[in-house]
DNA sequence: CTGAAAGCGCTTACAG
DNA sequence: CTGAAAGCGCTTACAG
């Protein structure tokens, strides 16, 4: 039996200090007080460090509330996951995002605010509310897609944000991207140089900026390699519809040796590659099941690295890139946008090759 | 170039309506908008009907800063994730958990703000940072000890807070819980009722309070059962340590055919239940490795299940609760009790065991 | 049923 | 360098 303030068993909460107590003892104004705890200019150097003592002595912290009445900021920065719940938790992305965001806000006291979307509306709904509402000073926009209405409404409202995604696409707003296209080239020229001539790729979903992006620079990778044979099959992320896309890719009938013009359906590839981590382990499993054997059968590469990449077997081969400090770099510029200075974009590190068991020269190129 | 406000551009930000602009537009004071808008008392129905068409129509929203500093809530919940930030992002477990706390506070449209705290002293400063800053009307407090100082400070504190675990052990504050003993219970007497006699069990982290219940129980019923060997091997809950521990356990020599009493460490068991989902995709990899056939040689259970059990082959018999509620069902609790209402610890519903491929009778029990 | 007023705890010009 | 005061946008007793 316990009441909301929890006094319900006696227990005394002490009322918290304001400026105004500190003032009192301190025999000063209010004003005075709150440019002692602000840094600003005003007071004398000694004045400020025995308020600044008293503080700390009495506990003060500023309410955020009165803070944000009066103009400041309400120290609060906004993200919304742009999934429907029942999908969360299975890529390991955004927590890792949000770790990262997280240590970059720490050390300025800055809270996150999250929130779940099934879809664009429910996100601009959330950002015109949290805008409206005053709870937030700014946002994180991801999942960037090519025709991507939240970057008018976001903008149209004056709401700071940061999009983690590009590049391009993202109007007058600052981006922090990483460059897919390169990284695409990577990895098609790593299987190329194995000896792969037929390449798969199951990929994420078709509106998503990113999805294009390496899905333009896959298909041009392949007509530079001159590769025999390349393909790619869309999917929502889940392991559902990377299981089902590998089952449709495997079932094609290897390439006949005579490598002349083949119908591009009938092609089975030695090698694909999957959008994310869980559809790479979904797909590997699938090639378990059906008796094909990785690596020796088939190469299988993951865009995204994660502990599942290492602890299936084979560990698959991935591109790894540091997300929590995509996250904290995204953070950064937020708080340096908010702070009044000018943001540009900021291109983060190319993801990474990290080589493991699951590709290999193909048995029959 | 973009300034915080968004300006720069020369995009016109209207500023947003007070209940002021409400009341002026309406005739009326400041208090009887803000009576017609809180459902108070105080205004007739016609008029309260066209305040909040008024409002409405003004695209009027509360500033969520002046109903907090008026002594009404923030309309905002907090959650602490008590994980190194590294560590997060491996256990789908706090995402669903996430998503469901999102669900049920979305009806409300109350905010859910996030830290990571890497141990319990960061959490404990986390809490004291939000309660005297005011940003939060209450906290859900997740991964609870045997000994849990979190408890006390959030009592004197008098921070409104809903615990997820039990029971016991959370103090006079409220919990919803999931009865992990009779789970354990009901798990050993399918594998038992299969034919295993050499049961192991790699645990996750010591000090947590369901590990030791698990523990507990996991004595108990192989005691009941008259089991011939149990043993348990605890962990950080990481895919890593999850490995290690198989290799240990898979390393002992099989139990000889004359079932005489032998040395414990030595034994080599038929089955494995794993305290997560990671931990036994990893340990399904490590029998794989040893060539240890899963399920012939070795039966493998995971609790909490998640796509990983799903996607990987052989698919892992899992130990399933609905997460997403359970992470709803606190919410419900935490906003009755923000309503002055009394709140009663909630049992949430039996863990289902959802039998896949990876348990079977032992070829040698 | 309605209005006028005080107050929440800060910040920030404005005088001295 | 310091003080007195207004104001942010709400809520809530208190009079009428």
Redesign the pocket.
């Known amino acids: 039996m316990l009441t909301a303030d929890g006094s319900a068993e006696g227990a005394r909460v002490t ?6 107590d500190i ?1 009192q003892r301190a ?12 840094g ?9 460090r025995r308020v600044l003592e008293l503080a700390t002595e009495m506990g ?4 955020s ?3 944000a ?4 900021r309400t120290g609060t920065l906004g993200l919304v996951l742009p999934r429907p719940a029942t999908l969360l938790g299975v890529e390991p992305f955004f927590m890792k995002l949000i770790a990262g965001i997280e240590n970059a806000l720490a050390a300025r006291s800055t809270a996150l605010l999250l929130q779940v979307a099934p879809d664009h509306d429910a996100e601009a709904a959330a950002y015109r509310r949290w805008w409206a509402e ?1 709870r937030v000073d700014g946002i994180f926009l991801v999942d960037l897609r090519v025709e991507d209405g939240r970057i008018r409404v976001v903008e149209e409202l004056g709401l700071p944000a940061v999009v983690i995604g590009g590049p391009g696409h993202h109007g007058r707003l600052p981006s922090v991207w990483t460059d897919d296209a390169a990284a695409m080239v990577m990895v098609v020229e790593y299987l190329a140089a194995l000896g792969h001539r037929h390449i798969a790729r199951v990929a994420g979903l078709p509106g998503l900026l990113h999805t294009e992006l390496r899905g333009r620079a896959f298909g041009d990778v392949a007509a530079t390699l001159g590769l025999e044979w390349s393909g790619t099959v869309t999917t929502d992320y889940s392991a559902d519809q990377g299981a089902q896309a590998t089952r449709r890719l495997l079932s094609a009938s290897p390439a006949p040796q005579s490598s002349g013009p083949t119908p591009r359906a009938a092609t089975r590839p030695t090698a694909i590659l999957y959008d994310n981590d869980v559809m790479a382990v979904a797909g590997t499993s699938v090639a378990h099941e059906m008796g094909v054997d990785v690596p020796g059968d088939l190469s299988i590469m993951a865009w995204d690295d994660s502990v599942l990449c290492e602890i299936i077997h084979p560990p698959l081969t991935a591109l790894s890139r540091d997300i929590m400090a995509y996250g904290a770099h995204a953070a950064e510029r937020l708080l340096e946008l908010l702070d009044g200075n000018a943001v540009t974009d900021f291109q983060d590190d190319m993801p990474r090759l990290v080589i493991r068991g699951s590709t290999a020269r193909p048995r029959s190129p």
Chains 1, 2 share one sequence.
């Open positions: 009322k918290r200090p304001t400026i105004a003032a025999g000063l104004s209010k004003g005075a007080v709150s440019y002692a705890l602000n600003q200019p005003g007071v004398s150097e000694s004045t400020r003060w912290r500023p309410n509330a009165a803070r009445l009066s103009g400041a005053r």
